[in-house]
């Protein structure tokens, strides 16, 4: 099964937890590889490295964007742009596609440490990778 094939399984069951946060990026790195359309919002962003953490419970990942290619997955990179934190009730809604992570991020309940401008350009990615999932 593949990780696009597993998000549409959790988001369909709405069975998503915390731990399941890297699946998110793996889906990214499948669809970025396949889909032209993704393949198109992905070519014209910068280059950059995200970590992301899962309050209270050890879960990380992390997401890099490097020449118009996506990886990413479990665990920490090293000099990454931004550190995303997050409450582990978004970490489920991101792999749902039930998170509004602005209003995560103006409730508190994600915050965002390093260049903003860099996670910010996440959204027309996530948006239209969440219709490819929805699909």
């Not at 198109?40 to 209270?56: I, P, Q, R, S, T």
Request: charge should be negative.
């Amino acid at each position: 099964m593949t990780a696009i094939d597993e998000m549409k399984k959790k988001r369909e069951a709405k069975e998503a937890k915390p731990e399941d946060l890297p699946l998110v990026f793996a889906a990214l790195a499948e669809l970025s590889k396949t889909d032209e359309e993704i393949k198109a919002v992905v070519g014209g962003m910068d280059d950059m490295a995200l970590n992301f953490k899962v309050a209270e419970t050890g879960i990380a990942a992390n997401l890099q964007i490097k020449g118009g290619k996506i990886s990413g997955g479990s665990g920490l990179v090293e000099n990454a742009d931004a550190t995303i934190q997050m409450t582990p009730e978004v970490a489920a809604g991101m792999v749902t596609g039930e998170a509004d992570t602005t209003a995560a991020y103006m409730a508190g309940d994600m915050t965002v440490e390093g260049d903003m401008s860099k996670v910010m350009s996440l959204r027309t990615l996530t948006d239209a990778v969440g219709e490819k999932v929805k699909s």
